[in-house]
């Protein structure tokens, strides 16, 4: 039902992702011609946006609390790029109201797992919402697309906002402007199998994703092109080891060695993807047990993602001890409506 007022508390819940193969092939230059697909899934670690639109009883008319205090008359002063870019594109956006808008994350931002588009989905959720208007996973996520890449001038890939939007462990692939989720159907004991292989260790770093993409510059080498190609390619063989694997311990294995593949292709594209402390990391932890892994998002800090299988983990474990190591699943569901009131 239409909400006339436009006011009312929402608050979304919008989960993260971890891309396992094919990042990089999710920029428009670079689908819209050769094509493009990611695999990977939205975890359990969410953003939440909440919006509280009341009638005007202040001076100013915003307030957007997030890591700043931002208190203000118009869209147009916010420092905030996103919501001022969300609220000036909005045709819902009610002058005659009060807003004050808070972020909170489960995990730092900056971290390589999408957190930045989790919080244009969830926002641009919680608006729809908040005037009874009902948006499919895909019209938010290409909001969101337009919002962060085109309006905001954003480097960057699509798959972020569609995992936020969507949820779920998925094959996305990318053409002509467009794109298709395939969620990966395979059983649920396989499933767990495979999510019990996985370990996030953090690597106290964080880093801006647009400056690592700003880094990649793809037209201009054909090296970085054939390197594209690869990677694009390990998502079709990632996609057939989950399929075809006749034992869960061979899919593991088989997956470590694409992703450690997939790692080697990626310190071509830019020496701001990795640097001698993650290198470090990730050499650690081959050495006590993992089989394989990559660093999340674009590079230069986040999370290293580790596949060990399970007569190695103690061992790893202890290693790895003095490190932050992250537990998480799959999460099935994108961005949902966790608390509403309408007025």
């Known amino acids: 039902m239409k909400n006339a007022k436009n006011q009312g508390i929402i608050i979304t819940q919008t989960p993260l992702r971890i891309s396992l193969f094919g990042g990089g092939s999710d920029l428009p230059e670079h689908f819209n011609v050769s094509g493009g697909s990611v695999l990977g899934m939205a ?32 869209p147009l002063e916010l420092n905030h790029q996103i919501v001022k870019n969300i609220l000036i594109d909005t045709p819902f956006f009610n002058n005659d109201s009060f ?8 995990l730092p931002s900056s ?8 919080f244009t989905v969830g926002m641009l959720n919680a608006l729809y919402y908040l005037n009874g208007v009902f948006k499919t996973p895909k019209f938010i996520a290409k909001n969101a697309i337009t919002i962060e890449r085109v309006k905001m001038k954003e480097k960057g890939g699509w798959q972020d906002q569609i995992f936020a939007s969507y949820g779920g462990f998925n094959k996305i692939s990318f053409f002509n402007n467009s794109f298709n989720v395939e969620p990966i159907a395979i059983p649920l004991e396989k499933k767990i199998y495979l999510k019990k292989s996985f370990f996030l260790i953090f690597t106290n770093l964080t880093r801006s994703s647009s400056e690592i ?3 990649i510059k793809i037209s201009k080498s054909i090296d970085k092109k054939q390197c594209l190609k690869m990677l694009h390619s390990f998502v079709e063989e990632g996609y057939n080891i989950l399929y075809n694997s006749k034992k869960n311990k061979e899919m593991i294995y088989e997956l470590a060695n694409l992703l450690h593949k997939s790692w080697e292709i990626k310190q071509n594209l830019s020496d701001k ?9 990730y050499e650690l932890g081959l050495k006590n047990g993992a089989l394989g892994g990559k ?15 399970q007569e190695n983990q103690v061992k790893f474990l202890e290693k790895f001890s003095k490190y932050h190591i992250l537990n998480f699943d799959i999460e099935d569901s994108g961005s949902k409506i966790l608390y509403s009131k309408l007025y």
């Open 99 to 106: 807003i004050d808008i808070h972020s909170y994350s489960d």
């Open 213 to 215: 993409q700003n880094s």
């Open 43 to 74: 975890i359990n670690k969410y953003v939440y946006v909440t919006i509280n639109s009341l009638e005007r009883l202040q001076d100013k008319k915003i307030k957007l609390s997030y890591s700043k205090l931002e208190i203000v008359d118009s």
């Open 295 to 309: 660093l999340c998002g674009a590079g230069g800090g986040g999370f290293l993602l580790f596949i060990v299988p």
């Open 273 to 281: 993807i990795s640097n001698p402390h993650i290198n470090n990391l």
């Open 111 to 118: 971290s390589g797992l999408g957190s930045s588009s989790s």
